[in-house]
Nanobody, 123 residues
Framework: VQLQAFGGGLVQAWGSLRLSCAAS????????VGWFRQAPGKERKFVAA????????AYADSVKGRFTVSRDNAKNTVYLRMDNLKPEDTAVYYC?????????????????WGRGTQVTVSS
């Protein structure tokens, strides 16, 4: 499966963006999907994840209450709604498909990664 994240851009602090993650070549409706981000010079970190049916989700503490992950399996797409953005949210955001169905925060659990999309939050 090939994944592509898009929807990033430049936004002011307290603004909102919605990222999308689309899959091609095959569906990822049977996989949990996660969002990760990587700031310059830092390691890739977990942001949010959603289970295969969309009923279960997981979030990093730093984004709880501000970010919402959802999915539309009919469209083979996962979304990340980001509200109340802060400058520290600036990073390249990646989506990835897990080998399993349960949302997890461990990078090594994910074996399909898409190209990232840049999110820049200005103060």
């Amino acid at each position: 499966v090939q994944l592509q994240a898009f929807g990033g851009g430049l936004v002011q602090a307290w603004g909102s963006l919605r990222l999308s993650c689309a899959a091609s070549k095959r569906t990822f409706s049977n996989n949990a999907v996660g969002w990760f981000r990587q700031a310059p010079g830092k390691e890739r970190k977990f942001v949010a994840a959603i289970g295969w049916r969309g009923a279960s989700t997981a979030y990093a503490d730093s984004v709880k209450g501000r970010f919402t992950v959802s999915r539309d399996n009919a469209k083979n797409t996962v979304y990340l709604r980001m509200d109340n953005l802060k400058p520290e949210d600036t990073a390249v955001y990646y989506c990835a498909a897990d080998r399993g169905r349960v949302p997890r925060s461990i990078v090594s659990s994910y074996n399909y990664w898409g190209r990232g999309t840049q999110v820049t939050v200005s103060s």
